[in-house]
């Protein structure tokens, strides 16, 4: 089941609001011994986690199906970068990883029970299940906290973003669980930052810009890459190549992430990994390993202002969107220092709470 976007938490009645977990939505199946663990687009995730599956098996009953997330959770909050990093094809390096930056699973609704579908239920009654299954399960298996108290949810989208939380979820208490719909609500934040286009990557269709490439400068005046502001329509697309051709003249002279512009150029460059602590485009997505991530320098001259959710380890954790260029501002005023810094807030204090309703 998925969710559309809205800007403010909604206030109607008859809404269950949720913490929006930053993490990798997973279905767990279990049946009997066997767990099975498996992302939004069935891709299987088992192997990558081992440390979930016996507290899964302690948590759960013999034969049931959840939704939920699976994150890592520091001191700091959640770290999605750690969790991306235990996504890795050799079997010795899961296991060091799952000793090391263990995951934890947030349930956060109950699809099967027994012989029973549970996704024609309302989600209130699916709610009551699941309690009863996990309300009193302490460890690696967790229950995501609910509120029907919007005043609440509001607090949760301000106070826990600092601990890594994408946002909200609302959801009808009335709702069936139905698959693939956009039928529950999500707010995210949502801010603006000036940023250098210093490249950009095709379209699959080989016709237009796909995305461009975005940068900001640090305290010591090195231009690192910060993500990507993509989902132009066909037409937008177009008119992009023409409107950055200019910048394309020249462009590897002095730009500043010349070094893996050269090793792309070398079959031999996705086995090259940086030897800076600098951020620069190119690394292979975790993912989708086969996926094109060449792209075209661009003279680092152009200011977009783009639309984006929140940084993560000096990332924007999500792709951006263009909102406009902006032809007043001059590259070097593209820093880290003009964006919101958001003060961590303790994950644990979330679980502590009352929840009313």
């Given at each position: ?5 809205v ?8 809404l ?9 939505r ?39 199906v ?15 970068d750690?969790?991306?990093?235990r ?94 719909r ?26 237009g ?25 066909a ?81 924007f ?10 032809p ?17 807030a ?12």
């Amino acid at each position: 089941m998925l969710a559309k976007a809205v800007r403010e938490v909604p206030r109607e009645p008859g809404l269950a609001y949720e913490p929006k977990w930053d993490g990798f939505r997973c279905i767990v199946f279990r049946d009997g011994d066997e767990v099975e663990l498996g992302s939004r687009n069935d891709r299987p995730l088992t192997r990558y986690f081992p440390e979930l599956l016996e507290p899964l098996r302690q948590a759960l009953p013999p034969r049931c199906v959840l939704d939920g997330e699976i994150v890592v959770a520091t001191e700091a909050g959640l770290d999605f970068d750690a969790l991306q990093n235990r996504l890795h094809p050799a079997a010795s390096r899961v296991r060091r990883l799952a000793g090391e930056t263990p995951a934890s699973y947030v349930a956060f609704d109950l699809l099967a029970l027994d012989d029973r579908d549970l996704t024609g239920e309302p989600f209130s009654a699916r709610r009551r299940m699941l309690e009863g299954l996990l309300g009193n399960v302490v460890g690696a298996v967790l229950l995501t906290p609910v509120t029907d108290d919007p005043d609440v949810a509001q607090d949760w989208f301000t106070r826990f973003e600092g601990a890594g939380f994408d946002g909200v979820m609302a959801k009808p208490v009335d709702l069936p669980y139905e698959q693939d719909r956009r039928v529950m609500i999500k707010v995210k934040h949502e801010r603006t930052a000036d940023c250098v286009v210093a490249g950009f990557r095709w379209h699959k269709d080989g016709q237009g810009v796909g995305s461009l490439l975005l940068g900001l400068y640090d305290d010591e005046g090195v231009l690192h890459h910060v993500g990507v502001a993509s989902s132009f329509t066909a037409a937008r697309r177009r008119e992009l190549v023409d409107e950055l051709a200019p910048l394309r003249e020249n462009a590897l002279e002095g730009h500043p992430w010349r070094r893996w512009a050269d090793a792309q150029a070398d079959a031999q460059a996705a086995t090259q990994p940086a030897t800076s602590t600098t951020r620069i485009p190119g690394a292979q997505s975790r993912w989708a390993p086969t996926k094109d991530l060449t792209w075209e320098p661009l003279r680092p001259e152009l200011v977009a202002e783009v639309r984006y959710e929140h940084l993560l380890s000096g990332r924007f954790r999500h792709g951006g969107r263009l909102v406009r260029f902006r032809p007043d501002r001059t590259p070097e005023s593209c820093t880290y220092a003009q964006l919101e810094q958001v003060a961590p807030a303790e994950l644990a204090s979330l679980f502590g709470e009352e929840e009313p309703g």
